[in-house]
């Protein structure tokens, strides 16, 4: 897993350092990063002991981790120059970076992105404010957006890596509101033996319905009409 | 809004030079509309399988019409 921060982060974003005080050891450490003490989240590994006449002495030791998201100006623009980590990023996932800043930016929305790839996936987390135009109603804008951001990472290249966009955790909300809701139905269905059918979904919403449900004996799950309005349907085994 | 559309379409075509935005006015209620043209071969990369890169696009310029406070809507022309 590699991950970059769009915002000004620099190169190393960890450091763990000896020395012969633990102040020594932070101060190497925050000098490796090039930082301050307040940017920096300061871990003692190792007090150290002074020993007897100096002599079995043990040094301190310190890690030193970078805080995280700095976020981007009030333009909404994100100093990508800085973005030294960039390079650990694949070329489509970088270009899709570029493409997602550049429409938050002439959105006027102020936030950061956060990026983790693998060989299989690329997942771009914004945090900031006016989460909720980018999701849209029912998600709708964030999953365009997903969409989008996708075609751009798979434009060239022959291997096909797979786009997730969250934003403000969004996504891990809303699937745990879909399974609350998908119990609370299935309930319903199993007392009133009385099929209930969901409002329209996407596919991935759906998945999560019939993957909740699927343990359950009682009922069945399966799903109804023609995109984009087709639904879950909860009956009765 | 223009710049927004611009750099969408430029993104997912291969010939970016040809993508040309145009504001026009509708006059039925003067809201804004967009006119997307883009080179011919590139109509498939901004329409998509049964209009769906066409409706992703769409659906991200309502979005910043919405917080604009104005009417928005996108013509692609050929």
Redesign the interface.
Known sequence: MEKSTAAKTATAKLSEKTGRTVQEAIELALEELNVTEDMADIEILDEGSKGIFGLGGKSAKVRATLKEAVSCGKSGACDTDDFEERGSLSRGAA?ALD?LL??LE????DAAIDVTEDEESVMFSISGA?AG??I?RRG??L???Q??TG??VN?EGDSFKRVLIDIENYRKKREETLIRLADRLADRVVSGRKSITLEPMNPYERRIIHASLQKNEKIRTYSIGEEPNRKVVISIK | MKELLELIARSLVDKPEEVDVREAEDPKDNSLVLELRVASEDMGKVIGKQGRIARAIRNIIKAAAIKENIKVSVEILD
């Not at chain 1, 002439?106 to 929305?109: A, C, D, I, L, N």
Request: net charge negative; charged share 25%; aromatic share 10%.
């Open positions: 270009s493409f550049g429409i002439r959105m006027s929305v006016d135009i980018i849209g709708e804008t999953d365009s957006l969409y989008l075609l751009v434009r």
